[in-house]
């Protein structure tokens, strides 16, 4: 039915070129009467903060931005396609549009998970640089090309919490034998250093924990965890998220339904899409102060941050998973050796910039 909309909208769109009498101003007359109405599919739980709301502005954004033209209907995960099914859906043109994260498709795409985050990688603002300025989104375009998929960037959590622990973690020795949910090649690194790797979905978390079935669990950072009941559930927060240091979220589109899209009406989506990473990166720089100034007056929990041992041994175990993926596959070898080149650069500059500064104003006692 959708996929019928789309070839309609495109011999409209060639009906109009093909008629040489048609004066200019009545062609682009016709082309703003046309409309869209498009599905969007997502990964997230109906209005979760952040993720979920961040979809829905999208949507409202672009629809009074094109005065109507382009409608688009946000589903929750699982109401038109189950939550990781998002990328087939939007690539097979079952939807329109999706709104999901990269790292979840690393099963067929083994590159994926570097639009994400991978560990021991960028953070938010060296992310947002290396997508816009260092070539990130051309390189995501053609690793998305072959699957019909065009994608953007909307939004950012910031680096993540390590997460949730029914255990203080001392030393490595403690990540031996401890179930975890932790997706990814974060997982896979804990399996590497002896932990064992559970995955679930976002909304079995809290139970899995509070039974004992799992000793621990990341999802997001305190805006979701707290809304999640995850801080009833154990009483260690780690931090920092040393898997997830800048987590991108990803708008993917159809390549046909974006090719059958006038001009202008591409450029709205393409701003919209910048608007909305503006939009939900500070939301989560909000909602997470906000959040942990709640948690810190609770008695129940204690944050800790991760031991710098632990944290190193887990950086090696990180170095040697990343090697493993690059010697296996040419896309994710030519991604990593981009992001490397910027981030030995920008090492320095944050170093002496972001680093120093929060440093010294936090430590100042003025
Ligand atoms: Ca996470």
């Known amino acids: 039915m959708k996929?019928?909309?789309f070839v309609a909208g495109m011999t409209a769109a060639f009906g109009l070129a093909a008629c040489g009498k048609e004066t200019e101003p009545a062609k682009q007359e016709k082309i703003f009467k046309d409309k869209y109405s498009w599905n969007m599919v997502t990964s997230w739980p109906p209005n979760l903060p952040g993720l979920g709301t961040g979809a829905n502005k999208l949507a409202e954004d672009v629809f009074k931005a094109s005065d109507g033209r382009l409608s688009i209907k946000v589903f929750a995960g699982g109401e038109l396609v189950p939550p990781l099914q998002v990328f087939d859906a939007v690539s097979q043109g079952t939807a329109q549009i999706g709104h999901d994260s990269s790292y979840y498709h690393r099963g067929k795409l083994p590159a994926a998970p570097y639009f994400t985050?991978?560990?021991f990688g960028m953070n938010v603002n060296e992310t947002?640089?290396?997508?816009?300025?260092?070539?990130g989104i051309e390189l995501w375009h053609e690793l998305y090309e072959p699957f019909d998929l065009v994608p953007f960037p909307v939004g950012n959590t910031g680096v993540q919490m390590l997460g949730w622990f029914n255990k203080e973690i001392s030393s490595i020795e403690d990540i031996k034998g401890l179930k975890i949910r932790m997706p990814g090649l974060g997982g896979e690194i804990m399996q590497r250093a002896g932990a064992v790797q559970v995955t679930m979905a976002g909304s079995e978390i809290f139970t899995s924990l509070q039974t004992g079935a799992i000793d621990a669990a990341e999802w997001v950072g305190p805006y979701n965890d707290v809304s999640l009941g995850?801080?009833?559930?154990?009483?260690?927060?780690?931090?920092p998220g040393f898997h997830e240091p800048g987590p991108n979220i990803e708008c993917i589109i159809n390549t046909e339904a974006w090719s059958s899209l006038p001009p202008d009406l591409q450029k709205i989506l393409e701003i919209a899409c910048q608007s909305s990473n503006l939009n939900m990166t500070s939301e989560y720089m909000?909602?997470?102060?906000?959040?942990?100034?709640?948690?810190?007056?609770d008695p129940n929990i204690q944050l800790k941050q991760i031991p710098q041992a632990v944290f190193n041994e887990l950086k090696k175990h990180s170095k040697n998973a990343i090697e493993d993926l690059v010697s296996g596959d040419r896309s994710s070898?030519?991604?990593?050796?981009?992001?490397?080149s910027f981030m030995e650069k920008s090492s320095s500059n944050q170093e002496i910039t972001?680093?120093?500064?929060?440093?010294?104003?936090?430590?100042?006692?003025?």
């Open 3 to 5: 996929r019928r909309k």
């Open 117 to 119: 985050t991978v560990p």
């Open 128 to 135: 947002n640089a290396w997508l816009y300025f260092g070539g």
């Open 230 to 239: 995850l801080h009833k559930a154990a009483k260690y927060y780690y931090y």
């Open 286 to 297: 909000w909602g997470n102060a906000v959040a942990l100034e709640q948690l810190k007056k």
């Open 333 to 340: 070898e030519k991604i990593q050796q981009s992001i490397e």
């Open 354 to 366: 972001e680093l120093s500064y929060l440093d010294m104003r936090i430590r100042s006692e003025i």
